[in-house]
C-alpha cells in the first residue's frame, strides 16, 4: 500500500493516465499545455501518491492503440498501486466480439473506454459501435464515457440501449465551468443519472475551469449537482493526472476534495473516495487493498 488513507478506508484515484511522450501521438498537447509534454510512468506516479496518501489507482487510456493497452496492462502485472486499466479496443470493428474473450481474462483489465469527445455528433448511434457494447455485457468490463456536456443527451439514448452495461461517466460530461454556464447541462446531468447503470467520476474539473482561476468556490456548484444526482454511492474521486498539472498539482487536488467532503460521515468519505470504484470496477478480482 502506497501512503497513509485518510481515515480508515483506502482511497483510490479513479482516473489518471501515464504514457511516453511523443510530439506525433500526443499532438493534443498544445503549447499552452508544455508542462505535459513528457514521460508520465509510474515511478512518477508512485511520488505523487505517497505525498497525497493515495492507495491505489485505476489507469486509463490516452491513445487509442491495442499497443497502449497493453503495455498499460504489463506496467500493472509489476505495479501494485495500478489496480485496474481502462483501456481502448476497436469496439465497433467486426472482429471486436471474437477478441473479447482475450481481453477479458487479462486480469487487470476492468473497462474500456473511446474517445467520444472527439467524435461526430451521432457516434454514439452507430449500429456497429452498439453492437460491440452489447457484445461487452456479461465479460465483467466497464465502459468508461467521456464526452463534453453537449453530447449527453445522445448517451443517455445510448445508455438506454444497453440498461445491462455498466457505465462510468468520466469528468462529469465537462461542463463549462469556466464561463459559469450550468444549465442545461444541471438538467441533462438529473436525467442522465436515473438510470441506475451509470456511475460518475469527479475529475477533470480543473481543467474545464479557469487554469489560473479556478476555486472550490466556482467549481462547487457542479459537485452539487452531481452529488444529488448520483448520490455517494454512484461517484468516484480521481485526479486526471497527469492533464490536471495544466491547473493544480496532484496532491493540492485531493487537498481539495478532502476538504469538500470533510463534514460527511466517515462511511460516506470511504464510498465517494474508495468504495465506489472498487465495486464498480470489480477491483476485489485485481488486487487487495
Partial sequence: MTGVSTGDYAVIDAHHHLWRYSADEYDWISDDMAVLRRNFLP????????????????????????????????????????????????IAAEHFEASLDALAAEPKLV???????????????????NHGIRSMCGKGLVYDVVIVERQIEEVIRFVDRHPQQVFVLDHIAKPKIASGEIEPWRSRMRELSKRANVMCKISGMVTEDSWSRWSIESLSPYLDVVIEAFGLERLMTGSDWPVCLVATEYGRWWHVLRHYFENYSGTERAQIFGATCVRTYGLEDSASV
Avoid: N, Y
Fill in 111 to 129: 473497462g474500456l473506454r473511446h474517445l467520444v469527445q472527439a467524435e461526430p455528433d451521432g457516434f454514439l448511434d452507430a449500429i456497429d459501435f
Fill in 43 to 90: 515511478d512518477d506516479l508512485l511520488v505523487e501518491l505517497a505525498e497525497a496518501k493515495v492507495d491505489g489507482v485505476v489507469t486509463v487510456q490516452a491513445r487509442q492503440t491495442l499497443e497502449e493497452t497493453r503495455w498499460l496492462l504489463e506496467l500493472a502485472q509489476s505495479c501494485s498501486v495500478m489496480r485496474g486499466v481502462v483501456g481502448w479496443a476497436p
